[in-house]
């Protein structure tokens, strides 16, 4: 999804720019040497290596197949791979890149995260209760993406939370947990987030907790953002 979404070179509103005006319709595949298996109906329908990955615009990142590695199900031919099909996300239960699980679409290769300790600052309030007030943090980069502060549960008024039955998913950083706040009277749904168990990329933030700026009265420390 990096390349054509959001903030990426090729996105509706790329944080760079380009030397020229690329053509609207353009579409860059490359070779995925990745074990991608797919399973239906408790059986394996697709097992290759030798994937292709499709980046297009106003689309989400998909896999394309060698056609004969593709027996029995629903596909369609890629006019710019010859001898090569798409499937369907949802023609399958179940889809695994090299043993993970995926969900929604493939993992992109240009997708990056990094999490790094730092003392930038952050403070959370919410219904005049101070939930965060410090600069123990981890800022979290993620491509196409604007940097997100998380903080370890020992520096959060905990007890103001109660998990909610949201939850979400990433293929970057793995399932999400939903808070709401409590304070006396005033209950605000999924003021924050946390991910108990992501993928190794993300192990720093295990555990810890961001929230959103749309819910709370958030003051952070943000690389390119002033301090509000």
């Not at 996105?11 to 298996?37: K, M, N, T």
């Not at 309030?125 to 502060?149: H, K, N, Q, W, Y």
Request: with cysteine; charged share 25%; net charge negative.
């Amino acid at each position: 999804m990096t390349l054509f979404a959001a903030r990426g070179p090729l996105g509706p509103d790329p944080a760079g720019r380009l030397s020229a005006a690329l053509p609207e319709d353009l579409v860059y595949i490359e070779p995925h040497p990745r074990r991608v298996q797919a399973i239906h109906q408790g059986r394996t329908v697709i097992d290759t290596e030798r994937a292709l990955l499709v980046h297009r615009r106003h689309r989400p990142l998909t896999y394309a197949f060698p056609a004969d590695a593709v027996v029995g199900l629903a596909c369609e031919p890629l006019p710019e791979a010859p001898d090569h099909v798409v499937v369907p996300w949802d023609a399958v239960d179940t889809w695994l890149e090299e043993g993970r699980r995926l969900v929604h679409y493939p993992p992109n290769p240009y997708h990056r995260v990094d999490c790094r300790p730092t003392t930038r600052h952050l403070r959370v309030e919410i219904a005049g209760s101070l939930l965060v007030d410090t600069r123990e943090t981890m800022i979290l980069f993620e491509t196409a993406l604007e940097p997100r502060l998380y903080v370890a549960p020992h520096v959060v008024r905990t007890d103001l939370l109660r998990r909610t039955e949201t939850t979400s998913y990433c293929n970057y950083k793995g399932t999400a947990t939903y808070w709401a706040a409590v304070v006396g009277d005033t209950v605000v749904d999924d003021v924050a987030w946390s991910y108990a168990d992501p993928p190794p990329e993300s192990t720093p933030i295990t555990g810890y907790l961001s929230f959103d700026a749309s819910k709370v009265d958030l003051r952070a420390e943000l690389p390119g953002a002033p301090y509000v």
